[in-house]
Each structure stands twice: as structure tokens, then as C-alpha cells.
């Protein structure tokens, strides 16, 4: 199987790129359900899980206080920029995922490879995996401003404490999964209740309070700015960081198999996920609003700012700490849980079809693919250094926040193109969900991902008057060196005896 996580939250929401398992016991209770061409099949009903439940996985998968910073910026217009990208890129890959997990086991490699070929089946794999190596330093970076209002806050903005942070905790951790240290296994679903729901209900209801008590809200919350104003594209940059927030929607589904009635209950159970994940962005986004000026907001410190500006508003100054050693311990074990994933689902690709030299497909004694783990954390270090240098911390985040999602962009392209070839040219295979107008809807996906890849490029106008050449240097260059150049150079100089030895008889695709 080659899927590999996505490192979003607290980390993988259960998803494996598969499809579930459909054998029962002779004895098993069976009920009927009705594939697309109309036959009947039979699913074990102890193998079922209720829609309501698929929705609160899908929900766990997804939600996350993270970006909650770059949106309560704009203040009441943050409800529309959560809701446009929810609606043109969460809701279609979402469905689509849909179709091709219960058609097609394999994750996006299965699926790209059958539609487009297996070279860019290897981009689209590459791609997931790839989107980590920018992803890392700027959830560490949030870590490290966090944590800086355990110690001081002031530290929040310092480029070289930050630098300190990525560098010393990624290697840390690459350490700790290198030792196939299972105590961790469970440290996913504590995140997302230390890490999102608490820390996110407390949010909200100091908000509530702040404004019942009569005091006047940060950003104005009338209906004159239900929308974000207008001066060009750099007013809306920070939505890219909303089809980030979304990522990863697909990966539930896997679960399509195990409904009763897929093609009725799936649509609900989506529907009440991207309920559910709109209010735990929206919501924390307009209580930050409320009591930090947008001037102020740090995209890393946003979080603990807000929560600082309550509690000291509240008297319980003392409560910052607390919540920020939480928000801190969940993003740790959230990372370590997933640390691993992305490559070893690449590496496992790698020994099969011969993408990646030996070296790089070596794992150790525990299992974990240690070799790449190294080299993507040499790249991770060099990437930590760059905020030493770095005179404001926000522009750094926000900048491989950009690279990593349009890295992540590239792999749902070719998701939304694959959806449509295999309609076409594979009707015969059997999909426990058929997605609607499925050609309207994965153009709808495809063009949202593309101009979201295309605004990235385009500098957000809160950070000042900094170089346009510098940008687009580091953006660009990051997509094209990290997204395109490396899985073109693995490709170009394959070798069948990189192939590895278990699967001696496969052969490199043309």
C-alpha cells in the first residue's frame, strides 16, 4: 500500500488510501447494498460504521486552531474566505476521493497511475511526501512561538530562538520515530481534544463573554464587512492557506465501503463534516477578531495572543501557560505519530518500482525508512537556519506555508483529472460511491487548486514593502526545485537495479 499521511493537525485521521476490507465470517449477518451497475453485494453488518460516525472522523482528520490567526485577520469576512474554499475545493475532493478510495485500493498512486500513467502516479506520491519537507519548519515555527509565551513572549518574533526550536525538535523526533517507539500510537486522537476541541471551546467562550460583558470587538462585525475589502490580489492571499487547512478531506474515503448505503449516506456524512470543520476554523478565527487589532497578529503567536489578551482581560493571566504547554504537547505528538508516515509510504513505492536510489530505500531494524528521513531533514535544517536570518518570523511562515501548499496542489491536479479519464476509460469497475455531474465537480476542484497555486505566488499585503524578487525566489523556487525538479530528476535517471530485490520481476514503467 502507498498513501502517505497528511501531516495536518494532530495527524492522520485513520485514512489509508485503501479500501476496507469487505470479508466476514461465513456466520457473519449480512445486509444487501446495490453497486453502480445495479448487482448486489453483500457487506458484514459488524464491518459497518454509521454516517454520523464517518463525519466525525472525517472531522477529527481536517480541524485544527492552527490557521486561525490568518484568517481572524480579516475579522467577520473570515467566514466567507472559510466558506468559498469549503465549497470549491473541500466539498469536491471530498466526493471525489470518495469514488476512486472505493473503486481503487493503492492511495493517489493507484489512482493517478490507472488514469495518467505510473510516472505521474510517482509526482503525485512524490508530491505528498515532498509537501512536508516546507511543512515542517513552519508547524514548528508555530510551536516555537507558543511555547515562547510559556518562557517569554517576546521570543515569539526572535528568527534565531525559532531556528533553534526547528532544528533541535525536528531531530528529536526524527530520533524518537527512528527507534519505532510505539508509546506514541495513540498521541492522535489526545491532540485533536488537548489541541483543538479544549483549548478551541475555551476560545469561543471567552469571546462570548468578552462581548457580552459590552466591550467592543477588535474587528467590526457588521454586515458592511461580511466581505474582505478590495485592493488587489494581495488582499485575499491568505485564503491559500485555507486549501491547506482542508487537505487531507479525502482521505476518509476510504471508509465509503463501510456504510450501509453509500450513494445517500456518504453525501450526509460530508455535508455534516464540513459543518462541523466550519465551525472549529470560523468560529476561533472571529473570537481571536474580537480582541487582537489585525495589525497585531502574528501568524504564529495569534493563538496564544488571543488567549493572553482574555485571560489578562479575565485576571487569570497565569492560564496562558497552561493553555500553551497543551497547544505545544499535542502539535509534538501529532507530529510524531505521522513523522514516519509520507515516507514510508514513498519508500515503499520506491522498492517496488525502482523511483529512489538504494540509499535512499534503506530502513532500519525498526522498520523506519531512516535514510530519507535524514536527507529531508538536512533540507528541514537548512530551511530552520533561514529564520535566524529572517526579520520578521510571520513573512518566513507564510512563505513555506505558501510552498507547501502548492506542492500539495500539484497531487490534487492530478487527482481531479485522474477522477475524470477513469469515468471514461474504466466504467466497468465497481465504485461504492458514484460522484454526481462528476466531470463539473472535479473541474470545479481543479480550477480552485490551480488559481490557489497560481495567488500563492502573489505576496499578501500585510507584510509590508519587502522585496517582490525576494518572494518569488524563495516561493517559486521552493515549488519548482521541491515539486517538480526532484521527481523529474528521480525519474530521468532510474535504474532497473533500483528496484529492490523483494520485487525483482517488476519492471520500470516507460
Given at each position: ?11 492522520p485521521g485513520g485514512a489509508d488510501g485503501g479500501a476496507v476490507t469487505e470479508a466476514g465470517t461465513a456466520t457473519a449477518q449480512r445486509i444487501e447494498q446495490r453497486d453502480t451497475q445495479g448487482a448486489r453485494r453483500a457487506v ?38 472559510y466558506l468559498l474554499p469549503a465549497v470549491v475545493f473541500l466539498l469536491p475532493t471530498a466526493l471525489v476521493g470518495a469514488e476512486l478510495a472505493s473503486g481503487w485500493t493503492g492511495g493517489i498512486y493507484r489512482w493517478v497511475s ?147 448505503h453509500p450513494r445517500t449516506e456518504y453525501p450526509r456524512s460530508i455535508f455534516l463534516a464540513t459543518g462541523l470543520v466550519l465551525l472549529i476554523f470560523i468560529l476561533p478565527a472571529l473570537a481571536i477578531s474580537w480582541v487582537m ?218
Amino acid at each position: 500500500m502507498t498513501r502517505t499521511d497528511r501531516p495536518g493537525q494532530s495527524g492522520p485521521g485513520g485514512a489509508d488510501g485503501g479500501a476496507v476490507t469487505e470479508a466476514g465470517t461465513a456466520t457473519a449477518q449480512r445486509i444487501e447494498q446495490r453497486d453502480t451497475q445495479g448487482a448486489r453485494r453483500a457487506v458484514p453488518v459488524q464491518n459497518t460504521i454509521s454516517w454520523v460516525t464517518l463525519a466525525l472522523m472525517t472531522t477529527a482528520s481536517v480541524a485544527s486552531l492552527r490557521p486561525s490567526p490568518a484568517m481572524g485577520i480579516y475579522g467577520l469576512a473570515a467566514v466567507f474566505l472559510y466558506l468559498l474554499p469549503a465549497v470549491v475545493f473541500l466539498l469536491p475532493t471530498a466526493l471525489v476521493g470518495a469514488e476512486l478510495a472505493s473503486g481503487w485500493t493503492g492511495g493517489i498512486y493507484r489512482w493517478v497511475s490507472e488514469a495518467l500513467g505510473k510516472p505521474l502516479g510517482f509526482v503525485a506520491v512524490w508530491c505528498q511526501f515532498a509537501m512536508t519537507i516546507a511543512y515542517y519548519p513552519s508547524l514548528l515555527a508555530y510551536v516555537a512561538s507558543t511555547f515562547a509565551y510559556v518562557v517569554h513572549p517576546s521570543l515569539a518574533e526572535d528568527g534565531l530562538y525559532v531556528a533553534i526550536v526547528i532544528v533541535v525538535i525536528y531531530w528529536a523526533g526524527v530520533w524518537v520515530t527512528s527507534r519505532g517507539t510505539k508509546t506514541v500510537a495513540g498521541l492522535s486522537s489526545l491532540g485533536l481534544v488537548v489541541g483543538t476541541l479544549v483549548p478551541g471551546v475555551v476560545l469561543v467562550a471567552l469571546g462570548v463573554v468578552f462581548l457580552g460583558q459590552g466591550n467592543e470587538p477588535a474587528a467590526p462585525m457588521t454586515a458592511d464587512h461580511w466581505l474582505p475589502p478590495w485592493t488587489g490580489l494581495a488582499s485575499l492571499v491568505l485564503i491559500v492557506n485555507n486549501f491547506l487547512s482542508y487537505a487531507g478531506m479525502e482521505m476518509n474515503g476510504v471508509h465509503v465501503s463501510s456504510l450501509r448505503h453509500p450513494r445517500t449516506e456518504y453525501p450526509r456524512s460530508i455535508f455534516l463534516a464540513t459543518g462541523l470543520v466550519l465551525l472549529i476554523f470560523i468560529l476561533p478565527a472571529l473570537a481571536i477578531s474580537w480582541v487582537m487589532p489585525s495589525e497585531e497578529l502574528s501568524l504564529t503567536a495569534g493563538l496564544m495572543q488571543a488567549f493572553q489578551a482574555f485571560f489578562d482581560h479575565f485576571g487569570v493571566g497565569w492560564m496562558t501557560k497552561v493553555v500553551g504547554v497543551m497547544l505545544v504537547l499535542a502539535a509534538l505528538g501529532g507530529m510524531l505519530t505521522w513523522l514516519a508516515g509520507p515516507a514510508k509510504g514513498l519508500v515503499a513505492l520506491a522498492r517496488q518500482e525502482g523511483y529512489l536510489p538504494p540509499f535512499l530505500q534503506r530502513t532500519n531494524r525498526h522498520g523506519v525508512p531512516l535514510n530519507i528521513m535524514v536527507a529531508q531533514g538536512v533540507v528541514t535544517t537548512l530551511i530552520g537556519v533561514l529564520y535566524a536570518f529572517s526579520d520578521d518570523v510571520s513573512s518566513a511562515y507564510w512563505m513555506f506555508s505558501v510552498i507547501t501548499v502548492q506542492i500539495y496542489l500539484i497531487a490534487y491536479l492530478l487527482m481531479f483529472v485522474a477522477v475524470v479519464r477513469l469515468r471514461r476509460t474504466q466504467p466497468q469497475v465497481r465504485r461504492g460511491f458514484v460522484v454526481p455531474a462528476v466531470t463539473l465537480v472535479a473541474g470545479v476542484g481543479f480550477v480552485a487548486s490551480a488559481c490557489a497555486l497560481v495567488i500563492g505566488f502573489v505576496p499578501p499585503d500585510q507584510f509590508g514593502d519587502a522585496p517582490l524578487w525576494r518572494y518569488l525566489l524563495i516561493v517559486g523556487g521552493g515549488l519548482l526545485v521541491i515539486g517538480v525538479a526532484a521527481p523529474a530528476a528521480f525519474l530521468k535517471f532510474r535504474r532497473p537495479e533500483w528496484i529492490h530485490p523483494d520485487h525483482h520481476s517488476a519492471r520500470p514503467a516507460d
